[in-house]
């Protein structure tokens, strides 16, 4: 691999003289105490719990001054758990956090503010009206003698920064919102580091920039740790921590599962902790899955693209058969089933459903047509929290249930279907006219999955079905699924937790960054760290490419001394808007 | 998508875009007060050329500053309010109350600064019980000041006990209606200073940052430690307190109070506001934008007297304007986001 | 009448996990969605009674409460149009329904005066009333205007309106047949209330409580995000809700005219106002999602009360109306303030 060849190297930026070469003010506010390496702000023994779903337990990390700590780790693993902690958000059940040696409690987002701790996360907080160097001083501008807005100071400041980290300064002119998503995430940085950041976190910044984007943002991170900034490096793409990582940690199912202090890290272990091969429980596959996928499809999607989200998507599901979707946050595969649903417009591609062709323009359309989709934001686009559990599970099929004439919707089918529901997924609550939001999570979901279970399917999309739900339930939950199949439904379920995948699935796609990688057939050969290993881009066909670059599919950036393999599959220029 | 969509600045060249979106974006290049500065000006040519010695005859002309300016006042209020995402349906009624005091004050025969003083007063306190209700109660600001609308009315009528008032001192309507500099009224005047004084605090001082930020996006706002319960009860006093001195023009303007006055005050006002530009949603909108659009509203029923339309026709107009500046400034923001090369 | 239609004891809800016994009770009383909501009503009720009696000694007479229906029937279907838009969520509001319901009633005044038949007259003017809530729904749904300003926008469009029609004038000349459905009694008891008021509340309330359409409006006023998923046709549905409220204007604006004898082209400032404050007395949530016919009917009942007792205590009607403005707000405070009780109570419950 390539970028192997460069490790030495980057072992020596942590030092780079020269880093900051315009003589201003470095950034990140290089002149604080304690050195390059100097530990800055520690974890220690940090547990967090939810209910019975434990977040975080015993988790000891450090991050040190002028150095880039990555974190790995799946989708739930506790990473989001760990910022929030961080930026005063949660408050840990035991354990404590250290800043410059002495314990510290961060007891709201200002405390974190005042330590000098700031986030950049992948969808930027900000305003969009207002103007780029508005922005960046909203919260403690510069002011004349007079108390007046100095505008003319502000720009000083900010144009200075953003030379420094190789940002046009033409974007000081114009509005928030006008800017792309990476160039937000930019002005983030620049505004942590004018409000004299020390510890700067990015949260998956990369998963929905171009690339050059990602290639500018790496130099800005190199630049910010030359300054003597720690940085917290959240990501799930391994190119990302070869390229700029000077440490890792590993977390999985809330545990620090591993840490590597030092390149060239060894990837395969960290892909081997990340997949929990040692420590979580991957059942064989029943024997009896793989009867439905011989099956005529059901379902056949060709070409579909929906830029930047997905990119010529084509499978294929048949009656009987569980689907998995498998893959990291913003894979794209989220939107994909909004697409198929009728939720989002697709800008090419094709839907077939039993040969004939599917082109759902709203959900409604998707839903006559036999398709049901179970939300991935269970809050927000799931429940009608304030409403009975009865009228969450009808909700779909009211038109099916009203009297001939009179057009009333009938009680006694409502009670059916509620009591039906509430037997076969085993809900436990006081009473059907209970609202929804008296039950547990899982209880909730499994209202949802009842509402869809009285709707007449022939394709249910579950998007990550379990999460956040407990292990009795989660159980309960796979075994619906295998039986939903059994009865001839088809179902794809996408999913980031790889036991669940490998417990649930007839066969499993691996999506990344928008595009399906590969393909599995879950009948015991298909070795999971193999499947995290496609997902997080560390196959052997890539690392071939990255060190040849020459088949024309990406290009090598230079990042810092670090060679970066660019995929060119982003489009740059034409990137379209928005989400 | 949230509406990221907004004007381009000027001086700021585009990102290349494809050639059938130019036309988009060179409209997208003008400001929106640009556009209504033009609409104004060219209705005062066409009324030139048609009733020109009508309309620019000095007590016309004086006659519709004076009604400018009542407008334009509380416009500026209005303008911050709703760019905190807020609305005040109430200060029509507040009209009636502060007249009320002052009336009442000018009976008592107390000095006419300190009358002036107490109406402001009285101005700001009704804002601030419709800031603290809206910041501490969480009450959707629509309802708050429908209610308090009718709350003041009461009060209005009770404190006028039935009668009307006019021992109004000519001195007042001599200040707000005489005092010219040629055929501007200085209330046009203090309401053109009013206007740049809240211009340069919205655009140059702290504050003004603060206020634009809470009603952009009041989860960022809230997250960066912005005292955004403050800001609203800041707001709302202030629309209480230029409220009363549009009070004080009304009743300068016509000397007597009555139980009607100030009624659907309120609405002509949101009309400014609105047609100027100030995006209903908040987070965005331009003092000036309440000056020019209290001109175009009252030019228009300028315009219908003069053109002798039944003045029926004057509400219709009025309300297809508050309709047409809100769909307007939407679809803006949606061409907006189809012309937007980046992101 | 509960927005659980289904549910025989909706009363019933589930034991507090854990927590100390009295956040526990808390808990319970408060998740009950009849106490949230209608708690408010009985308490108001009692109060007006009391206070009718205090201000008006004998206020509760049999005609008086003859004379109390006849009042309560235009504010009350009023109440009910904001109830159907309000419900749905969304920032749903009509703060148009007084003019509407003044240009209907000038239409239908210029109509008889011309010589047409009654029925067909009323029927166009209900076609009105219909078309300008369509246009209000157009205004909202269709151009994304929000219902706030596009319908205090309407309010003036539809003054004026009315005021061209009528050519500023009142109109007088109603043939005396029309005049008894706001004039005329069976029994003692008003004929707009017993033909007009009843109906249209029974009709809603099957409508809104029994109906595919009453439940995907609360639906929808919950979780938009969730209806539009569970295939509801939200744009469609919140359109129709403006469209309703304009034909119940209408009715009002006919109910109104046949009352007083004459069409009136100033719509009547204080319908508003009392529209709100009933609906949201009667346990419509201002921010979508719960509301019946029932519990609005019974607050019409308070306010009618109310402003009776005011009447006839000689109580000036901006003193009264000023009171209804009191009690919106101390209602929709106690709205948000148990809504976060219940939310504080559920924490503490489940932590």
Same mark, same amino acid.
């Given at each position: 691999?390539?970028?192997?060849?460069?490790?030495?190297?980057?072992?020596?930026?942590?030092?780079?003289?020269?880093?900051?070469?315009?003589?201003?003010?470095?950034?990140?506010?290089?002149?604080?105490?304690?050195?390059?390496?100097?530990?800055?702000?520690?974890?220690?023994?940090?547990?967090?719990?939810?209910?019975?779903?434990?977040?975080?337990?015993?988790?000891?990390?450090?991050?040190?001054?002028?150095?880039?700590?990555?974190?790995?780790?799946?989708?739930?693993?506790?990473?989001?758990?760990?910022?929030?902690?961080?930026?005063?958000?949660?408050?840990?059940?035991?354990?404590?956090?250290?800043?410059?040696?002495?314990?510290?409690?961060?007891?709201?987002?200002?405390?974190?503010?005042?330590?000098?701790?700031?986030?950049?996360?992948?969808?930027?907080?900000?305003?969009?009206?207002?103007?780029?160097?508005?922005?960046?001083?909203?919260?403690?501008?510069?002011?004349?003698?007079?108390?007046?807005?100095?505008?003319?100071?502000?720009?000083?400041?900010?144009?200075?920064?953003?030379?420094?980290?190789?940002?046009? @300064? #033409?974007? !000081?002119? +114009?509005?928030?919102?006008? *800017? /792309?998503? $990476?160039?937000?995430?930019? &002005?983030? =940085?620049?505004?942590?580091?004018?409000?004299?950041?020390?510890?700067?976190?990015?949260?998956?910044?990369?998963?929905?920039?171009?690339?050059?984007? @990602? #290639?500018? !943002?790496? +130099?800005?991170?190199?630049? *910010? /740790?030359? $300054?003597?900034?720690?940085? &917290?490096? =959240?990501?799930?793409?391994?190119?990302?921590?070869?390229?700029?990582?000077?440490?890792?940690?590993?977390?999985?199912?809330?545990?620090?599962?591993?840490?590597?202090?030092?390149?060239?890290?060894?990837?395969?272990?960290?892909?081997?902790?990340?997949?929990?091969?040692?420590?979580?429980?991957?059942?064989?596959?029943?024997?009896?899955?793989?009867?439905?996928?011989?099956?005529?499809?059901?379902?056949?999607?060709?070409?579909?693209?929906?830029?930047?989200?997905?990119?010529?998507?084509?499978?294929?599901?048949?009656?009987?058969?569980?689907?998995?979707?498998?893959?990291?946050?913003?894979?794209?595969?989220?939107?994909?089933?909004?697409?198929?649903?009728?939720?989002?417009?697709?800008?090419?591609?094709?839907?077939?459903?039993?040969?004939?062709?599917?082109?759902?323009?709203?959900?409604?359309?998707?839903?006559?047509?036999?398709?049901?989709?179970?939300?991935?934001?269970?809050?927000?686009?799931?429940?009608?929290?304030?409403?009975?559990?009865?009228?969450?599970?009808?909700?779909?099929?009211?038109?099916?249930?009203?009297?001939?004439?009179?057009?009333?919707?009938?009680?006694?089918?409502?009670?059916?279907?509620?009591?039906?529901?509430?037997?076969?997924?085993?809900?436990?609550?006081?009473?059907?006219?209970?609202?929804?939001?008296?039950?547990?999570?899982?209880?909730?979901?499994?209202?949802?999955?009842?509402?869809?279970?009285?709707?007449?399917?022939?394709?249910?999309?579950?998007?990550?079905?379990?999460?956040?739900?407990?292990?009795?339930?989660?159980?309960?939950?796979?075994?619906?699924?295998?039986?939903?199949?059994?009865?001839?439904?088809?179902?794809?379920?996408?999913?980031?937790?790889?036991?669940?995948?490998?417990?649930?699935?007839?066969?499993?796609?691996?999506?990344?960054?928008?595009?399906?990688?590969?393909?599995?057939?879950?009948?015991?050969?298909?070795?999971?760290?193999?499947?995290?290993?496609?997902?997080?881009?560390?196959?052997?066909?890539?690392?071939?490419?990255?060190?040849?670059?020459?088949?024309?599919?990406?290009?090598?950036?230079?990042?810092?001394?670090?060679?970066?393999?660019?995929?060119?599959?982003?489009?740059?220029?034409?990137?379209?808007?928005?989400? | 998508?949230?509406?990221?969509?907004?004007?381009?600045?000027?001086?700021?060249?585009?990102?290349?875009?494809?050639?059938?979106?130019?036309?988009?974006?060179?409209?997208?290049?003008?400001?929106?007060?640009?556009?209504?500065?033009?609409?104004?000006?060219?209705?005062?040519?066409?009324?030139?050329?048609?009733?020109?010695?009508?309309?620019?005859?000095?007590?016309?002309?004086?006659?519709?500053?004076?009604?400018?300016?009542?407008?334009?006042?509380?416009?500026?209020?209005?303008?911050?309010?709703?760019?905190?995402?807020?609305?005040?349906?109430?200060?029509?009624?507040?009209?009636?109350?502060?007249?009320?005091?002052?009336?009442?004050?000018?009976?008592?025969?107390?000095?006419?600064?300190?009358?002036?003083?107490?109406?402001?007063?009285?101005?700001?306190?009704?804002?601030?019980?419709?800031?603290?209700?809206?910041?501490?109660?969480?009450?959707?600001?629509?309802?708050?000041?429908?209610?308090?609308?009718?709350?003041?009315?009461?009060?209005?009528?009770?404190?006028?006990?039935?009668?009307?008032?006019?021992?109004?001192?000519?001195?007042?309507?001599?200040?707000?209606?005489?005092?010219?500099?040629?055929?501007?009224?200085?209330?046009?005047?203090?309401?053109?200073?009013?206007?740049?004084?809240?211009?340069?605090?919205?655009?140059?001082?702290?504050?003004?940052?603060?206020?634009?930020?809470?009603?952009?996006?009041?989860?960022?706002?809230?997250?960066?430690?912005?005292?955004?319960?403050?800001?609203?009860?800041?707001?709302?006093?202030?629309?209480?307190?230029?409220?009363?001195?549009?009070?004080?023009?009304?009743?300068?303007?016509?000397?007597?109070?009555?139980?009607?006055?100030?009624?659907?005050?309120?609405?002509?006002?949101?009309?400014?506001?609105?047609?100027?530009?100030?995006?209903?949603?908040?987070?965005?909108?331009?003092?000036?934008?309440?000056?020019?659009?209290?001109?175009?509203?009252?030019?228009?029923?300028?315009?219908?007297?003069?053109?002798?339309?039944?003045?029926?026709?004057?509400?219709?107009?009025?309300?297809?304007?508050?309709?047409?500046?809100?769909?307007?400034?939407?679809?803006?923001?949606?061409?907006?986001?189809?012309?937007?090369?980046?992101? | 009448?509960?927005?659980?239609?289904?549910?025989?004891?909706?009363?019933?809800?589930?034991?507090?996990?854990?927590?100390?016994?009295?956040?526990?009770?808390?808990?319970?009383?408060?998740?009950?969605?009849?106490?949230?909501?209608?708690?408010?009503?009985?308490?108001?009720?009692?109060?007006?009674?009391?206070?009718?009696?205090?201000?008006?000694?004998?206020?509760?007479?049999?005609?008086?409460?003859?004379?109390?229906?006849?009042?309560?029937?235009?504010?009350?279907?009023?109440?009910?149009?904001?109830?159907?838009?309000?419900?749905?969520?969304?920032?749903?509001?009509?703060?148009?329904?007084?003019?509407?319901?003044?240009?209907?009633?000038?239409?239908?005044?210029?109509?008889?005066?011309?010589?047409?038949?009654?029925?067909?007259?009323?029927?166009?003017?209900?076609?009105?009333?219909?078309?300008?809530?369509?246009?209000?729904?157009?205004?909202?749904?269709?151009?994304?205007?929000?219902?706030?300003?596009?319908?205090?926008?309407?309010?003036?469009?539809?003054?004026?309106?009315?005021?061209?029609?009528?050519?500023?004038?009142?109109?007088?000349?109603?043939?005396?047949?029309?005049?008894?459905?706001?004039?005329?009694?069976?029994?003692?008891?008003?004929?707009?209330?017993?033909?007009?008021?009843?109906?249209?509340?029974?009709?809603?309330?099957?409508?809104?409580?029994?109906?595919?359409?009453?439940?995907?409006?609360?639906?929808?006023?919950?979780?938009?995000?969730?209806?539009?998923?569970?295939?509801?046709?939200?744009?469609?549905?919140?359109?129709?809700?403006?469209?309703?409220?304009?034909?119940?204007?209408?009715?009002?604006?006919?109910?109104?005219?046949?009352?007083?004898?004459?069409?009136?082209?100033?719509?009547?400032?204080?319908?508003?106002?009392?529209?709100?404050?009933?609906?949201?007395?009667?346990?419509?949530?201002?921010?979508?999602?719960?509301?019946?016919?029932?519990?609005?009917?019974?607050?019409?009942?308070?306010?009618?009360?109310?402003?009776?007792?005011?009447?006839?205590?000689?109580?000036?009607?901006?003193?009264?109306?000023?009171?209804?403005?009191?009690?919106?707000?101390?209602?929709?405070?106690?709205?948000?303030?148990?809504?976060?009780?219940?939310?504080?109570?559920?924490?503490?419950?489940?932590?």
């Amino acid at each position: 691999m390539a970028a192997e060849g460069h490790r030495g190297e980057g072992g020596e930026l942590t030092a780079r003289p020269g880093a900051d070469e315009t003589g201003t003010r470095p950034p990140g506010g290089g002149g604080t105490a304690g050195g390059v390496g100097a530990p800055f702000a520690r974890l220690v023994g940090v547990s967090k719990s939810f209910g019975s779903t434990r977040a975080l337990s015993d988790v000891d990390v450090t991050f040190a001054r002028g150095r880039v700590h990555a974190i790995a780790g799946e989708n739930g693993a506790g990473k989001s758990t760990l910022i929030k902690i961080l930026m005063g958000v949660l408050q840990p059940d035991h354990g404590r956090i250290e800043v410059d040696g002495s314990p510290t409690a961060i007891a709201s987002p200002a405390a974190a503010r005042a330590l000098g701790f700031a986030a950049v996360f992948q969808e930027p907080l900000v305003y969009p009206h207002l103007g780029v160097l508005e922005n960046i001083f909203v919260a403690g501008p510069e002011r004349s003698r007079l108390g007046d807005l100095d505008r003319p100071a502000m720009r000083r400041r900010a144009a200075a920064l953003f030379e420094q980290l190789e940002v046009d @300064t #033409a974007l !000081l002119d +114009r509005r928030m919102g006008e *800017l /792309r998503l $990476g160039h937000q995430q930019l &002005v983030l =940085i620049a505004k942590a580091l004018i409000e004299d950041a020390k510890l700067i976190i990015f949260d998956e910044p990369t998963s929905i920039l171009s690339g050059a984007e @990602t #290639a500018q !943002l790496f +130099r800005v991170i190199q630049r *910010l /740790r030359s $300054g003597g900034s720690a940085i &917290v490096y =959240i990501s799930h793409r391994f190119e990302e921590l070869e390229a700029i990582a000077d440490s890792v940690t590993v977390l999985t199912d809330g545990r620090v599962a591993g840490a590597f202090e030092a390149r060239p890290f060894d990837l395969d272990a960290i892909v081997r902790l990340m997949s929990g091969r040692e420590t979580r429980g991957y059942g064989a596959a029943p024997a009896a899955h793989r009867a439905g996928t011989t099956g005529p499809p059901l379902l056949e999607v060709e070409g579909f693209t929906l830029r930047p989200y997905f990119e010529d998507v084509s499978w294929r599901v048949s009656r009987g058969e569980v689907l998995c979707f498998y893959g990291q946050v913003g894979a794209g595969r989220t939107e994909m089933a909004k697409a198929l649903f009728g939720d989002l417009r697709p800008t090419a591609g094709t839907v077939r459903m039993e040969g004939k062709p599917l082109a759902a323009r709203s959900p409604r359309q998707a839903i006559r047509a036999g398709v049901g989709y179970l939300p991935e934001d269970r809050k927000a686009e799931g429940i009608f929290a304030t409403q009975a559990i009865s009228e969450n599970i009808v909700a779909t099929v009211l038109g099916r249930i009203v009297a001939r004439l009179a057009r009333y919707v009938r009680r006694s089918e409502v009670r059916n279907l509620t009591d039906s529901q509430r037997e076969a997924l085993q809900i436990k609550m006081a009473g059907p006219s209970a609202p929804i939001s008296s039950l547990s999570g899982g209880g909730q979901q499994k209202v949802i999955l009842g509402r869809w279970m009285v709707e007449r399917l022939k394709l249910l999309v579950l998007d990550e079905p379990t999460r956040g739900i407990d292990v009795m339930t989660k159980a309960q939950f796979h075994e619906i699924i295998r039986q939903l199949a059994e009865e001839g439904l088809a179902v794809v379920v996408i999913s980031s937790d790889l036991p669940e995948v490998f417990e649930v699935a007839d066969r499993i796609l691996v999506m990344r960054r928008g595009r399906i990688v590969a393909e599995f057939a879950n009948d015991g050969t298909a070795p999971p760290e193999e499947v995290l290993r496609q997902a997080v881009a560390l196959d052997q066909a890539d690392a071939g490419a990255r060190g040849a670059s020459a088949n024309g599919n990406g290009t090598i950036v230079d990042v810092g001394g670090v060679s970066v393999l660019v995929p060119s599959g982003d489009p740059e220029e034409k990137e379209v808007t928005g989400q | 998508m949230t509406d990221i969509g907004i004007a381009l600045p000027k001086g700021v060249s585009p990102d290349s875009s494809p050639a059938s979106s130019r036309v988009r974006h060179m409209l997208g290049r003008i400001e929106y007060e640009g556009y209504l500065a033009g609409v104004i000006v060219v209705m005062a040519i066409v009324l030139t050329f048609t009733v020109g010695s009508a309309f620019w005859g000095s007590t016309n002309l004086s006659g519709l500053l004076l009604d400018v300016a009542i407008d334009t006042v509380p416009a500026i209020g209005m303008t911050l309010v709703i760019v905190t995402g807020g609305i005040d349906v109430s200060i029509g009624s507040l009209v009636g109350v502060v007249a009320v005091v002052i009336g009442l004050s000018f009976e008592a025969h107390l000095p006419f600064v300190l009358v002036l003083l107490i109406g402001i007063v009285v101005g700001i306190g009704g804002g601030l019980v419709n800031g603290a209700i809206v910041a501490w109660g969480r009450v959707p600001p629509i309802i708050v000041t429908l209610g308090t609308l009718s709350v003041f009315e009461a009060i209005t009528y009770q404190l006028l006990g039935g009668v009307w008032i006019s021992t109004i001192p000519a001195e007042l309507t001599q200040i707000v209606v005489l005092d010219r500099l040629g055929p501007v009224p200085y209330s046009f005047i203090v309401a053109v200073a009013l206007v740049a004084v809240f211009s340069y605090i919205m655009a140059r001082r702290p504050i003004g940052l603060k206020i634009y930020a809470t009603g952009d996006n009041p989860e960022a706002a809230r997250t960066a430690g912005l005292p955004i319960r403050r800001i609203q009860l800041f707001v709302y006093a202030l629309l209480g307190g230029l409220t009363a001195i549009a009070a004080l023009m009304t009743v300068g303007q016509s000397p007597l109070v009555m139980p009607t006055t100030g009624q659907d005050f309120e609405l002509t006002v949101i009309a400014a506001a609105v047609v100027g530009g100030t995006n209903i949603l908040g987070g965005e909108g331009k003092v000036i934008g309440g000056l020019l659009g209290a001109l175009l509203v009252e030019m228009v029923e300028d315009a219908a007297i003069l053109y002798h339309v039944n003045s029926f026709y004057q509400q219709i107009v009025l309300g297809a304007m508050i309709v047409a500046g809100v769909a307007i400034g939407v679809a803006r923001r949606r061409a907006r986001l189809g012309a937007k090369a980046e992101r | 009448m509960s927005a659980a239609p289904i549910a025989p004891g909706r009363a019933a809800a589930g034991p507090a996990p854990g927590g100390s016994r009295a956040v526990g009770a808390l808990s319970r009383l408060l998740e009950s969605r009849v106490v949230v909501q209608y708690g408010l009503l009985p308490v108001a009720l009692v109060g007006v009674l009391i206070a009718g009696e205090v201000l008006a000694p004998g206020v509760l007479s049999p005609s008086n409460l003859s004379s109390m229906t006849r009042f309560g029937v235009e504010i009350g279907i009023l109440g009910f149009a904001e109830m159907v838009v309000i419900i749905m969520g969304g920032g749903g509001i009509d703060l148009s329904v007084a003019s509407t319901a003044a240009t209907t009633q000038v239409a239908l005044a210029v109509l008889l005066r011309g010589g047409v038949e009654l029925w067909l007259g009323v029927a166009i003017s209900l076609a009105i009333g219909l078309a300008l809530g369509a246009l209000n729904g157009f205004f909202v749904i269709g151009l994304g205007v929000p219902a706030l300003v596009a319908t205090i926008g309407t309010y003036f469009g539809y003054a004026g309106l009315a005021l061209v029609i009528a050519n500023g004038v009142n109109i007088a000349d109603f043939p005396a047949s029309y005049l008894t459905i706001g004039q005329g009694d069976v029994a003692g008891i008003p004929i707009e209330f017993l033909f007009i008021f009843i109906p249209v509340a029974i009709v809603l309330a099957y409508v809104t409580s029994r109906t595919k359409f009453g439940h995907e409006i609360r639906l929808t006023g919950t979780n938009e995000r969730a209806a539009l998923l569970s295939g509801i046709n939200v744009r469609r549905l919140r359109f129709s809700g403006y469209v309703i409220a304009g034909l119940l204007a209408a009715i009002v604006g006919v109910v109104e005219s046949s009352r007083f004898g004459t069409a009136q082209p100033v719509a009547d400032s204080t319908y508003l106002l009392t529209a709100v404050t009933i609906a949201v007395l009667g346990g419509v949530d201002i921010f979508g999602g719960e509301g019946t016919i029932l519990g609005v009917a019974l607050a019409t009942a308070v306010v009618t009360i109310l402003e009776y007792s005011f009447s006839l205590a000689q109580i000036n009607s901006v003193i009264e109306l000023g009171s209804v403005g009191v009690m919106l707000i101390v209602v929709v405070l106690g709205q948000v303030g148990l809504k976060s009780l219940r939310a504080y109570a559920a924490r503490r419950s489940s932590a």
